[in-house]
């Protein structure tokens, strides 16, 4: 197949690194693969750095030259299916090609949950302006079919998944720690996330002011956030026990290094690559209930669920994870174990494969 992805775009998170992950996996099982985006994006920067072939199209907003743009393109060139991830360029890409007889299929992509308007052009474009819509998450997966009346049977939920040969325990966690300047005598707390104000840095930051044993905090990741976690650090007096070391090129070490993963995002996820990263680590995970969390997080299994904006409830399930070392140990063994049976990258490239042959429309 020759699968073209497009996305309009230009930020940096788990949307874009699942495009190209997939598109790598895509790749190795022998396809052809295009990424269309604007020049500028991270995603266009980043696919160019793999080998993926890339296109750059200016499709950033909605307006008339982009919808030009994206017809020039698609009449130029021959797809067997069109994945589209972003509102902008699924909306160019199923006006450009859904009253055509002869056409590629298109599949869209709902990477979040945040809700999707129920007005009359959105419902459109998620029922009639494509062929298949796949979630990252089976919670986002009925939300779209109960508010938006999307039918099941045109839906499936794929998580992304994760290449357990890279993700795994270190095998020696003090080497890892010595290695990356990691302090080796204390407890190793983590967040791995784009610096954006709804994964719950604050409410982290301020869970820290609240525990009793000695730890130190590694924030992995940048974004525009930045400058307002760097004040919050600051104020609460917490600077010699926290550490921004920003982007990662391979965040394995990272994690391998950490004794306790932690998101406490209060919006807009799927499921989160970062976790199911850390659950293939072997970390325990403290997360909330938000978006398609809990299909990963098993609370009193593989770690603890808490409330969401509230440092009080994620202060509380730090101590008792700091505090309770054989806790800390089951946890993270079953997180390994779930995500192994769940969450690989195996498995997505698998279900996207056959989703895609399946909406390469007949001629």
């Not at 699924?90 to 129920?118: A, D, F």
């Not at 720690?177 to 604050?202: F, M, N, S, V, Y």
């Not at 990741?221 to 007096?237: A, F, N, T, V």
């Not at 850390?278 to 603890?304: H, Q, R, W, Y």
Request: with cysteine; proline share 4%.
């Amino acid at each position: 197949m020759h699968i073209l992805h497009t996305e309009s775009s230009c930020g940096w998170g788990g949307q874009e690194v699942r495009i190209l992950t997939e598109s790598e996996g895509m790749m190795a099982k022998g396809h052809q693969v295009t990424i269309a985006c604007p020049d500028y994006s991270n995603i266009y920067r980043e696919a160019n750095k793999r080998g993926i072939k890339t296109v750059a199209l200016p499709i950033e907003k909605k307006k008339l030259s982009s919808l030009k743009v994206m017809h020039r393109f698609l009449s130029a060139n021959e797809f067997d299916v069109i994945n589209t991830h972003s509102s902008t360029d699924s909306w160019l890409v199923s006006l450009c090609l859904i009253w055509k007889k002869h056409r590629p299929g298109i599949v869209r992509s709902r990477h979040l949950s945040t809700p999707v308007h129920p007005n009359r052009a959105s419902l459109w474009l998620y029922q009639k302006g494509n062929d298949f819509v796949v979630t990252t998450g089976e919670r986002l997966r009925q939300t779209l079919h109960r508010d938006n009346g999307v039918a099941l049977e045109k839906m499936k939920s794929v998580p992304t998944g994760i290449d357990d040969s890279k993700f795994k325990p270190a095998i020696d966690k003090s080497t890892v720690r010595k290695d990356l300047g990691i302090p080796a005598d204390k407890i190793i707390i983590g967040i791995l996330a784009t610096l954006r104000d709804w994964k719950g840095h604050e409410y982290l930051f301020e869970a820290l002011t609240r525990l009793q044993s000695d730890y130190h905090l590694m924030v992995i990741g940048d974004g525009p956030y930045r400058p307002s976690l760097e004040k919050k650090i600051d104020e609460l007096g917490i600077r010699d026990n926290v550490s921004l070391v920003g982007n990662q090129e391979n965040v394995v070490p990272w994690l391998q290094a950490l004794d306790i993963f932690t998101l406490p995002s209060y919006g807009n996820e799927g499921v989160p690559q970062s976790i199911m990263q850390a659950m293939l680590c072997g970390l325990p995970i403290i997360s909330t209930d938000v978006g398609s969390i809990l299909e990963v997080l098993i609370p009193e299994k593989n770690g603890i669920c808490v409330n969401t904006q509230d440092a009080v409830s994620l202060a509380e399930a730090l101590n008792e994870l700091i505090t309770e070392d054989d806790k800390r140990q089951s946890y993270g063994e079953f997180s390994r174990k779930f995500a192994l049976e769940n969450c690989t990258l195996n498995q997505m490239v698998q279900d996207m494969e056959a989703i895609f042959q399946n909406s390469v429309r007949k001629a």
